[in-house]
């Protein structure tokens, strides 16, 4: 059985998990609060500086283990994500291993990501909302878990050119769609909150940012395309979660 763990307890208590654990956890840290190249998320770093994320650790991300583990953590995650601060997310980190840091590919962890997605969506014993289109290629859809909806964040090894999408572990975070409620397009704090957020995105990938990226609910939005993002400006032909999410109940 896997379990949350907030900053605190891994502050305090990080010594006690395997090494490759405490190594992920203490680089996405690292990352995340650098004040000299400071990270362009500003939710996700305040989050962290607030204590509001919660992390979870996961097996190779193409085992079985790691998709049971991947959704218990997003079972517990749904019962507390609304008690653990405005800027939540859930982080999970994947044991990667040297055959996967080698030799992957963007486009091999693409398929891996898109993967867990669907597998762990499989596992879902409580059906799709209702309010949610189960169809990628709706602008309102999105990856729900246990009725939830979640945006989805990949970060991999293999990525060099938008740094922003870079890790040294496989990760997956899963932001709440209730932490958008005021940061939408609909209000002059999330207008501004995004125009800061782009602003910082490109300063600190040196390239444009990538045309996928719009706001949640725009009719010309999609978005499975923002949750996996690729070095260039291309995308997949079809959401690779298409065919599973027809599946769901």
Known sequence: MVHLKSKSWLDHNGKELPDWQQDAFH???HMIADDERMYPCIPGRQGYLTDSLRFGFAADPRSDQAIDETAQLLHQYGECSRDTGRYASLVIFFETPEDMTANFTVEDYEQVFWSVLS???AKDPVPWPAHIPQDPSHHAWEFC???HPYFAFCGTPA????RSRW???FLITFQPRWVFEEINDSTVFGRNMKSLIRQKLVEYDGVPAHPSLKWYGQTDNLEWEQYFLRDDESVAPKCPFASMAMKKK
């Open 27 to 29: 680089k996405f840290g």
């Open 119 to 121: 597998r762990v969506s």
């Open 167 to 169: 890790t040294p572990y």
């Open 159 to 162: 990525h060099q050119v938008r």
């Open 145 to 147: 878990y246990s009725g």
